[in-house]
Nanobody, 116 residues
Framework: VQLVESGGGWVQAGGSLRLSCAASGSNFSLSAMGWFRQAPGKQRELVASISTGGGNRNYADSVKGRFTISRDNAKNTINLLMNNLKPEDTAVYYC??????????WGQGTQVTVSS
């Protein structure tokens, strides 16, 4: 499986960004997926997850109400719409299967920078 994240950038606090992840592999639709982020000096954390069919979504408390995860199994993509961004959202964002651990394969990620 290869994972390619895109859509990051620089934005002022209160702004929005939409991240996309393209995944290769025939088992994409069989995997619960997630968006993770890692800020400088911090551990990678799961911020949003979505079930195989998209009907069940969960969010970290820090992003609840601001971020929305979605997926398109026909296109092997997952997205993360981020609204009302805060400086503490600054991090490198990664997509992966929901159960991914640090030793799992990871894509290059996409940098999100939010200025105050």
């Amino acid at each position: 499986v290869q994972l390619v994240e895109s859509g990051g950038g620089w934005v002022q606090a209160g702004g929005s960004l939409r991240l996309s992840c393209a995944a290769s592999g025939s088992n994409f639709s069989l995997s619960a997926m997630g968006w993770f982020r890692q800020a400088p000096g911090k551990q990678r954390e799961l911020v949003a997850s979505i079930s195989t069919g998209g009907g069940n979504r969960n969010y970290a408390d820090s992003v609840k109400g601001r971020f929305t995860i979605s997926r398109d199994n026909a296109k092997n993509t997952i997205n993360l719409l981020m609204n009302n961004l805060k400086p503490e959202d600054t991090a490198v964002y990664y997509c992966n299967v929901q159960w991914a651990v640090p030793s799992s394969y990871w894509g290059q990620g996409t940098q999100v920078t939010v200025s105050s």
